[in-house]
């Protein structure tokens, strides 16, 4: 994302010239924002989803290789998804959910897209936000609005974005989803241990021996002649 040109004046909202409510600038701009934020939430979602279920098949498939009897192993691996929980959250959940995008920052999206524009619409963007106005500035400001406009009738939102950002976090995600069932479904009772033993060690289960030790009394047989 292009940061603004530093050694700006802004205004503050009170001070800054309110754009007109039928603008269709100002309305390309706030569509173009929300979009924005709608893929950073969907990326950090899809990125999210996708360690979490990577942590928990991993700690799954470990439970089970090893089958382990002690509790505190247990408890360990829940920490770890613990600690993925919250490295997560603040590395993807957190700053999406945070994540604001400036006029002067949506407008320099577009014109990424459309290098005809020049820098006009960031410049007008600035402008509306500055603290000097003046009614030549206003006019002037009117003017490039105008041709803004006619220029930007066409203008397809999709164009500003990236498809492909998503493509690979979803193909992943859902190859994960689709290892998750297959487990469930082809390995219900094993799953179903494995996962309660990682998702919950204080209802801690030992998984079944694999063999069985008898111990034979050799003085009954013995007496009776074997």
Not at 118 to 144: H, I, K, P, T, Y
Not at 166 to 186: N, Y
Request: glycine fraction near 2%; include cysteine.
């Amino acid at each position: 994302m292009t940061e603004p040109i530093p050694n700006r004046e802004h205004a503050s909202p009170e001070s800054a010239v309110s754009w007109p409510q039928d603008s269709v600038v100002r309305q390309l701009i706030d569509q173009v924002a929300n979009r924005c934020r709608w893929y950073v939430r969907c990326r950090a979602a899809l990125y999210s989803v996708m360690l979490m279920l990577a942590c928990f098949l991993g700690m799954v498939t470990l439970d089970w290789i090893i089958q382990h009897r002690l509790s505190q192993i247990a408890w360990l691996q829940f920490a770890c998804l613990l600690a993925m929980l919250i490295l997560v959250c603040r590395r993807w959940a957190v700053p999406a959910w945070m994540f604001e995008l400036t006029d002067f920052q949506a407008a320099r999206r577009i014109e990424q897209s459309h290098s005809e524009l020049g820098q006009r619409l960031s410049v007008l963007c600035d402008l509306r936000n500055s603290v000097q106005q003046g009614e030549r500035r206003l006019e002037f400001m009117a003017v490039m609005e105008s041709q803004l406009e006619t220029e930007l009738v066409k203008f397809q939102i999709g164009e500003c974005f990236r498809v492909r950002v998503l493509r690979r976090p979803l193909l992943l995600t859902c190859l994960l989803l689709l290892t998750l069932f297959s487990f469930a479904i082809g390995f219900q009772s094993t799953f179903a241990l494995a996962s309660q033993r990682t998702l919950s060690p204080w209802t801690f289960k030992h998984w079944p021996r694999r063999h069985e030790l008898t111990v034979v009394d050799h003085r009954e047989k013995v007496s009776m002649g074997a």
